[in-house]
């Protein structure tokens, strides 16, 4: 299940094209079946017209004049001045017989209109009227050489119908499209939960959750392979990934018997006066970097366990302020040497949470460490806590160079260490490592860039009591 650079969601592309589907649909509709009442109501009114028509041609034919002028009459009487006329007319256009006309002065004469046709044509038009009536549907026949014939009814009651018609037809548009765009948007819903399943699974899996899988819930028969093949895709990648860090830790574990071997002989030679002059210089560097691979391996091992769960974490109630202004006195030496300015800052009241305070305070050390290694002097290092939604935001904010975008993807990466950062001390591990404690305590952690430069750490933890 809110799109700019992210575009438009598939939910909200599909429940657009149902409502224009709908709506396409509602208007074609509507045309076919506004112009098909059309037609029926107009052949009904011609209908009508024409037996009027006839009768007064029988009556004419039997030369009953009284009865003529009678029918004349009667329909004007029937129909009314306003929505009826008939007229009686010679070839000249003179008016033979008619009924009243005084509301149809603009009339065309039929002896105009079929002055050309054949005895006994008629021709039926539609006519514009300058009044509120609009429209006329007109019939003109010609009865001889010299009489023509002429019937007129208002179209106004026909017209406020298909107004009527047309805005009931908006009314049902608009619905439909209502309708389609709902129903557009829940079947999208339906057809899309599976793939945001999968979405957020493999969310999940890369934050290192690398257990998570998505269940076949019978979402369709493409859903159900894609979520299938999701979930083969994710075991052998987890495969792959335990196998290649059992290896790494195997290596680790070999590593430190041979490792403390080669320190305890070297640092020997030393104490017992083996080695003097520039061979005991060697012998302290193997110490050193002995040291140095020893840190390395175990900090390596210690991110296993914590990713993996193993070990288990020694949980207890935990005051982060407390933690905060412990961390931040452990460096407050280092940073004063450096001219940087350190300060932790807490609210008033204590932030209490179940952690494991050793593990913790590695991690949150690990980033102070790092704030302070990349902030020139003169700078400043800014410890806090803060709470929301019971959760608390352990942050480390510095005003150093920052960290570019391209690094930010892979900065909690084992081993990785940027170009700038090269030349410092270091080896890849202590945000590695923050990250993996994050994840043990259920929580996570993020990096982003101050606005007014420098870089911050934000690690969260959930809050609560034991």
Not at 170 to 182: C, E, K, Q, T, V
Not at 243 to 260: F, G, K, Y
Not at 367 to 392: F, H, M, Q, S, W
Request: hydrophobic share 45%; net charge negative; aromatic share 4%.
């Amino acid at each position: 299940m809110s799109s700019g650079g992210e575009g438009r969601s598939l939910a909200f592309q599909l429940a657009v094209y149902f409502s224009g589907v709908f709506g396409l649909i509602s208007i074609l509709g509507g045309l076919l079946l506004f112009h098909l009442v059309s037609v029926h109501n107009l052949d009904e009114i011609d209908d009508d017209i024409t037996r009027q028509k006839e009768e007064l041609v029988r009556l004419l034919r039997d030369g009953d004049a009284v009865a003529v002028r009678e029918e004349f009459t009667a329909g004007a009487l029937a129909s009314g001045t306003t929505d009826y006329f008939v007229r009686l007319t010679d070839a000249d256009g003179k008016v033979l017989m008619t009924s009243d006309m005084s509301r149809w002065p603009e009339i065309v004469k039929a002896a105009t209109l079929l002055d050309r046709e054949d005895v006994g044509t008629s021709r039926f038009r539609t006519v514009d009227l300058p009044d509120t009536r609009r429209k006329a549907r007109l019939l003109s026949v010609r009865l001889s050489p010299e009489r023509y014939m002429q019937m007129g009814i208002s179209l106004e009651s026909n017209e406020l119908f298909f107004d009527n018609l047309r805005h009931t037809g908006m009314l049902i548009l608009a619905l439909m499209l209502g309708l389609g765009g709902l129903t557009g948007w829940a079947l999208a819903r339906k057809a899309m939960a599976g793939v945001e399943g999968v979405t957020a699974a493999a969310t999940r899996i890369a934050d290192g959750h690398f257990s998570e899988r998505v269940e076949v819930a019978g979402q369709g028969r493409e859903i159900d392979r894609l979520v299938a093949t999701f979930n083969v895709m994710a075991d052998r990648v987890q495969r792959v990934l335990t196998e290649m860090r059992q290896v790494n830790d195997n290596i680790a574990h070999d590593l430190r018997s041979p490792l403390t071997r080669i320190r305890g002989l070297a640092e020997s030679a030393v104490v017992d006066g083996t080695l003097s002059g520039e061979g005991a210089e060697i012998a302290g560097s193997i110490v050193e970097d002995c040291d140095r691979l020893m840190l390395m391996i175990n900090t390596m091992l210690d991110i296993t366990e914590a990713e993996a769960g193993l070990g288990g974490l020694k949980l207890a109630e935990l005051d982060l302020c407390e933690l905060v202004a412990q961390v931040t006195e452990l460096f407050a030496g280092v940073a004063e040497d450096k001219g940087i300015d350190l300060a932790g800052q807490c609210a008033g009241e204590p932030v209490v949470a179940l952690a494991d305070r050793r593990k913790l305070q590695r991690a949150l050390a690990n980033l102070v460490d790092n704030a302070i290694k990349y902030t020139p002097a003169g700078g400043r290092v800014r410890v806090a806590v803060n709470c929301r939604e019971g959760r608390a935001d352990l942050t480390v904010s510095d005003t150093g160079p920052g960290i570019v975008l391209e690094d930010m993807l892979r900065i909690f990466d084992r081993f990785f260490r940027s170009d700038r950062s090269r030349h410092l001390p270091g080896n890849g591990l202590g945000l590695s490592l923050a990250q993996a404690v994050a994840h043990a305590h259920g929580g996570a952690i993020e990096v982003g860039q101050v606005p007014d430069g420098g870089s911050v750490f934000t690690l969260t933890i959930p809050l609560g009591r034991a």
